[in-house]
């Protein structure tokens, strides 16, 4: 049974930095897309910035590039997403998500694809 369980979140006021971390276990073998998503009050959740998992292919919003950040260490199983720069409309909960990699890193899209594993969320909140 995959699980990812997320950490690193708070508050912060505008211009500051945040780092989530996420550590995942249960994927057995094959390779996995991983990242992050986010959902503000009111709106649909969307994707942040993901991974694929070589590393080779990595999404970002339009709203972040440039000021977040997306890493990973597949020895450890973990998923890090720096935030720098960040602004009141990143105020949100952020979720790990994770899902199986398809035959190249482009399968690892939020835009085209489902992510299957969520972990529980955690909040960021900007103040202005």
């Known amino acids: 049974q995959v699980q990812l369980v997320e950490s690193g979140g708070g508050s912060v006021q505008a211009g500051g930095s945040l780092t989530l971390s996420c550590a995942a276990s249960?994927?057995?073998?094959?390779?996995?897309?991983r990242g992050w998503f986010r959902q503000a009050p009111g709106k649909e959740r969307e994707g942040v910035a993901v991974?694929?998992?070589?590393?080779?292919?990595?999404y970002y919003a339009d709203s972040v590039k440039g000021r977040f950040t997306i890493s990973r260490d597949n020895a450890k199983n973990t998923v890090t997403l720096r935030m720098d720069s960040l602004q009141a409309e990143d105020t949100a909960m952020y979720y790990c998500?994770?899902?199986?990699?398809?035959?190249?890193?482009?399968?690892?899209?939020?835009?085209?694809?489902?992510?299957?594993?969520w972990g529980q969320g955690t909040q960021v909140t900007v103040s202005s």
């Open positions: 991974m694929s998992a070589g590393g080779t292919y990595t």
């Open positions: 249960g994927y057995g073998y094959g390779n996995i897309c």
């Open positions: 998500a994770s899902t199986r990699q398809g035959v190249d890193g482009n399968t690892c899209n939020p835009l085209l694809v489902k992510y299957s594993y």
